[in-house]
């Protein structure tokens, strides 16, 4: 039903910046809360960010809080997570999710994109 297809990973050096966007097709995410997630190696899947389906919540974890800013445009059915400040910690597979709640927080998708590697040197 939807389709979520990220871009914008790549490798970086500390304290970098990268913008990833997730594309949505199929039935338009203007009615779903968004989030952005990551999996490093060996470890949990992890909430990054979300955004609800008007744009004015937005919900990050700690760590990232103040380095990162999710947003959106509805419009061309669109997500975005601008990464500023970019710490080995960061090194990740980042993915890109749909939660069918407007109102939500983007922490319970339903669909999920295919995940980008990002990737921050020391």
């Known amino acids: 039903q939807v389709q979520l297809v990220e871009s914008g990973g790549g490798l970086v050096q500390a304290g970098g910046s990268l913008r990833l966007s997730c594309a949505a097709s199929?039935?338009?995410?203007?009615?779903?809360?968004m989030g952005w997630f990551r999996q490093a190696p060996g470890k949990e899947r992890e909430f990054v960010a979300g955004?609800?389906?008007?744009?004015?919540?937005?919900y990050y974890v700690d760590s990232v809080k103040g380095r990162f800013t999710i947003s959106r445009d509805n419009a061309k059915n669109t997500v975005y997570l601008q990464m500023n400040s970019l710490e080995p910690e960061d090194t990740a597979v980042y993915y890109c999710a749909a939660e069918t709640n407007p109102a939500g927080t983007g922490r319970n998708p339903a669909y999920w994109g295919q995940g980008t590697q990002v990737t921050v040197s020391a």
């Open positions: 955004i609800n389906w008007g744009g004015v919540r937005t």
């Open positions: 199929g039935r338009t995410f203007g009615t779903y809360a």
